[in-house]
């Protein structure tokens, strides 16, 4: 059983950086795949970034590319969301979540470990 607990979110204004963690507990964390979602108020949980077990494969959406880069240390069972340039648009709830796979997995219902979320308001 794998559990996760994100950190980092809060209020910032457009343009800002805000990195976002999730640490991880259980045994072989560096043998799960890893995402971040966001779901803003009345839509759908979307997908924004994946990364495999070992950080050398990696997806991001279209939205968030080149703004958002994401990371994990296998060492310290922590996965990072590092968002730079932030948009009001950005602004939802993110969650991490954990399958056991060496891939990236780009498909939400494959993810069957996650996190209860942490909230990212941008806004001026």
């Known amino acids: 059983q794998v559990t996760l607990l994100e950190s980092g979110g809060g209020l910032v204004q457009p343009g800002d950086s805000l990195r976002l963690s999730c640490a991880t507990s259980?045994?072989?964390?560096?043998?799960?795949?890893m995402g971040w979602f966001r779901q803003a108020p009345g839509k759908e949980r979307n997908l924004v970034t994946a990364i495999n077990w070992s950080g050398g494969s990696t997806y991001y959406a279209d939205s968030v590319k080149g703004r958002f880069t994401i990371s994990r240390d296998n060492a310290q069972n922590t996965v990072y969301l590092q968002m730079n340039s932030l948009k009001p648009e950005d602004t939802a709830v993110y969650y991490c979540?954990?399958?056991?796979?060496?891939?990236?997995?780009?498909?939400?219902?494959?993810?069957?470990?996650w996190g209860q979320g942490t909230q990212v308001t941008v806004s001026s």
């Open positions: 979540a954990a399958r056991y796979s060496s891939s990236v997995v780009v498909t939400i219902s494959e993810y069957d470990h």
């Open positions: 259980g045994r072989a964390f560096s043998s799960y795949a």
